[in-house]
């Protein structure tokens, strides 16, 4: 399985990006795909997860209302949209897909919201 994340970049506070993540392979369409981050010195955290339909998504409270997930089916990609970045959003920010109990991950892109 191999997920390649991009859209990442240099924006400033205010601005909007848009991630896409391309899984192909037969799992995407059976699994829910997420969105996550990890800061300089901090853990990765949850930003944003999809069902298999795509009908139905979950936010972590300081995407929720600037951030939106979706995926297309046929495009095997899943997207992230983000609006209002701050300087607290810079990331490198991960996609992945959840599969019969495992997680596989991308490589992750960079994010970076100057002020």
């Known amino acids: 399985v191999q997920l390649q994340a991009s859209g990442g970049g240099l924006v400033q506070a205010g601005g909007s990006l848009r991630l896409s993540c391309v899984a192909p392979?037969?799992?995407?369409?059976?699994?829910?795909v997420a969105w996550y981050r990890q800061a300089p010195g901090k853990q990765r955290e949850l930003v944003a997860e999809i069902n298999v339909g795509g009908g139905s998504a979950d936010y972590a409270d300081f995407a929720r209302g600037r951030f939106t997930i979706s995926r297309d089916n046929d495009r095997y990609t899943v997207y992230l949209q983000m609006d209002s970045l701050q300087p607290e959003d810079t990331a490198v920010y991960y996609c992945?897909?959840?599969?019969?109990?495992?997680?596989?991950w991308g490589q992750g892109t960079q994010v970076t919201v100057s002020s």
């Open positions: 992945c897909e959840k599969f019969a109990g495992e997680t596989y």
């Open positions: 392979g037969r799992i995407f369409r059976v699994s829910p």
